[in-house]
């Protein structure tokens, strides 16, 4: 008995602070499920109305945003209007989905890059790298893409940590394999090249090669498990200081859109939703959802905070046992619970590479590829401590609030485009 109940103790011990490590991870592949429902808040939110809407793939259709209905108790203030700033030519994406570059790009016949020691960045040579993976795998489903790659550098020394987000269209060498997209890695050393250490070992190489970066350790989450996380936490609170539309492709229906629109404003996101707001980028790009995705990861933290994990601990682990994978020891673990609880938010740095960190490529097989710029991408580094603190850098666009484009019917109306899926979203008082 006494055996049984100290091998429970450890794994509630090892479930609880493994939870700051998973408020660092967060999926980021295309998916969708049933029509979302909104989660309740502890506190007053506005009412800001999100729209969901099917639509032709190959043209934008109306969208005309639902009035949401005032709340009869008193609501807190509206969040401040915002400049607009139209984003830079070079980062106007592709109209078609399937384009991973959003810039455009001349084909050459330049091989990857791969940094020499002169440009090789020195920030985080004594921080504790940690590799964090969100995987696009299905039940069922053999292969996958690594489409959220970050790393969240800890400071023990200076009390700080800096997550930098690795664009998935990155073009590597991956050793064993050759060239492709860094989302790629993962999955060619864990499965096709059985590389020592798996994919995240791989991985690691190719960043170490390319990017300059150590990796000390992984942690990998799939998307059911995220959105299950968030779930079981009761949600998380994402602040919107722009409008947020955006679209991925009907899994059911090719042909087909899926939208989603967000006013300005506070919304509190259950998991489905938030998977939603840290995946989509079929109009905005990888780029802005790397920056979605740094936000939600805020949210994460700020809600596991303030959650009551003693009744919840049966389902977390439940969540959690087979959902994530890391070679974090115990003591380690440990460590990251207690440096998480007693970090100020102000010390908590991101930095996305973007499109003024890389050149856009077009392979000899015709794909959209982006290639980095090290030495740009060096300094980026060297000064990620230096930039704004995550919780600012990750609330707006990189290029500022976008102006909504004005809605244009298709050509030759479908049928099917004309449904119409509304969530509004409804605040309520505190207990």
Same mark, same amino acid.
């Given at each position: 008995?006494?055996?049984?109940?100290?091998?429970?103790?450890?794994?509630?011990?090892?479930?609880?602070?493994?939870?700051?490590?998973?408020?660092?991870?967060?999926?980021?592949? +295309?998916?969708?499920? &049933? !029509?979302?429902?909104?989660? @309740? =808040? /502890? *506190?007053?939110? %506005?009412?800001?109305? $999100? #729209?969901?809407?099917?639509?032709?793939?190959?043209?934008?259709?109306?969208?005309?945003?639902?009035?949401?209905?005032?709340?009869?108790?008193?609501?807190?203030?509206? +969040?401040?209007?915002? &400049? !607009?700033?139209?984003?830079? @030519? =070079? /980062? *106007?994406?592709? %109209?078609?989905?399937? $384009? #991973?570059?959003?810039?455009?790009?001349?084909?050459?016949?330049?091989?990857?890059?791969?940094?020499?020691?002169?440009?090789?960045?020195?920030?985080?040579?004594?921080?504790?790298?940690?590799?964090?993976?969100?995987?696009?795998?299905?039940?069922?489903?053999?292969?996958?893409?690594?489409?959220?790659?970050?790393?969240?550098?800890?400071?023990?020394?200076?009390?700080?940590?800096?997550?930098?987000?690795?664009?998935?269209?990155?073009?590597?060498?991956?050793?064993?394999?050759?060239?492709?997209?860094?989302?790629?890695?993962?999955?060619?050393?864990?499965?096709?090249?059985?590389?020592?250490?798996?994919?995240?070992?791989?991985?690691?190489?190719?960043?170490?090669?390319?990017?300059?970066?150590?990796?000390?350790?992984?942690?990998?989450?799939?998307?059911?498990?995220?959105?299950?996380?968030?779930?079981?936490?009761?949600?998380?609170?994402?602040?919107?200081?722009?409008?947020?539309?955006?679209?991925?492709?009907?899994?059911?229906?090719?042909?087909?859109?899926?939208?989603?629109?967000?006013?300005?404003?506070?919304?509190?996101?259950?998991?489905?939703?938030?998977?939603?707001?840290?995946?989509?980028?079929?109009?905005?790009?990888?780029?802005?959802?790397?920056?979605?995705?740094?936000?939600?990861?805020?949210?994460?933290?700020?809600?596991?905070?303030?959650?009551?994990?003693?009744?919840?601990?049966?389902?977390?682990?439940?969540?959690?046992?087979?959902?994530?994978?890391?070679?974090?020891?115990?003591?380690?673990?440990?460590?990251?619970?207690?440096?998480?609880?007693?970090?100020?938010?102000?010390?908590?740095?991101?930095?996305?590479?973007?499109?003024?960190?890389?050149?856009?490529?077009?392979?000899?097989?015709?794909?959209?590829?982006?290639?980095?710029?090290?030495?740009?991408?060096?300094?980026?580094?060297?000064?990620?401590?230096?930039?704004?603190?995550?919780?600012?850098?990750?609330?707006?666009?990189?290029?500022?609030?976008?102006?909504?484009?004005?809605?244009?019917?298709?050509?030759?109306?479908?049928?099917?485009?004309?449904?119409?899926?509304?969530?509004?979203?409804?605040?309520?008082?505190?207990?």
């Amino acid at each position: 008995m006494m055996s049984f109940l100290q091998n429970r103790h450890a794994a509630i011990t090892r479930l609880v602070p493994l939870l700051w490590v998973v408020t660092l991870l967060v999926a980021c592949v +295309p998916g969708i499920g &049933p !029509t979302p429902t909104a989660v @309740p =808040t /502890a *506190t007053m939110m %506005p009412e800001p109305t $999100a #729209t969901m809407t099917l639509a032709p793939a190959t043209a934008i259709p109306s969208l005309t945003p639902t009035a949401a209905t005032p709340a009869t108790a008193t609501p807190t203030l509206a +969040p401040t209007d915002t &400049p !607009t700033t139209p984003p830079p @030519p =070079t /980062a *106007t994406r592709p %109209p078609q989905p399937v $384009a #991973t570059a959003q810039i455009s790009a001349t084909v050459d016949i330049t091989a990857t890059t791969v940094i020499t020691d002169g440009l090789r960045p020195h920030a985080l040579d004594a921080t504790f790298n940690i590799l964090l993976l969100g995987s696009d795998q299905r039940p069922g489903e053999h292969a996958w893409r690594t489409d959220t790659i970050m790393i969240a550098a800890v400071d023990w020394e200076h009390d700080r940590i800096g997550v930098l987000s690795i664009p998935r269209d990155l073009w590597v060498d991956i050793p064993g394999y050759g060239e492709s997209r860094i989302n790629m890695a993962d999955f060619v050393g864990e499965k096709e090249i059985k590389y020592p250490g798996g994919g995240p070992a791989l991985l690691g190489r190719v960043i170490s090669e390319t990017l300059g970066i150590r990796t000390d350790r992984f942690a990998r989450m799939n998307l059911l498990a995220f959105e299950q996380a968030i779930d079981t936490i009761g949600g998380v609170t994402v602040t919107l200081d722009c409008a947020f539309r955006e679209a991925t492709p009907d899994p059911n229906n090719p042909d087909q859109l899926l939208e989603v629109n967000f006013e300005p404003g506070s919304y509190h996101f259950d998991g489905h939703e938030a998977r939603m707001y840290a995946s989509y980028r079929y109009y905005t790009g990888d780029w802005d959802r790397s920056r979605r995705q740094q936000q939600v990861l805020l949210a994460i933290r700020q809600q596991a905070l303030s959650f009551n994990i003693i009744p919840k601990i049966p389902s977390l682990w439940l969540t959690f046992k087979g959902a994530i994978q890391t070679d974090l020891g115990f003591k380690e673990i440990i460590d990251l619970a207690t440096f998480g609880l007693r970090l100020d938010m102000k010390n908590v740095h991101g930095r996305v590479l973007d499109y003024r960190l890389v050149t856009p490529y077009t392979t000899r097989g015709g794909a959209q590829v982006l290639k980095p710029k090290t030495a740009e991408i060096a300094a980026a580094i060297n000064g990620i401590f230096d930039t704004p603190p995550m919780q600012e850098s990750s609330a707006r666009p990189i290029a500022g609030c976008r102006a909504t484009p004005t809605p244009k019917p298709p050509a030759t109306p479908l049928p099917s485009a004309t449904i119409t899926a509304t969530l509004t979203l409804t605040p309520t008082l505190a207990n």
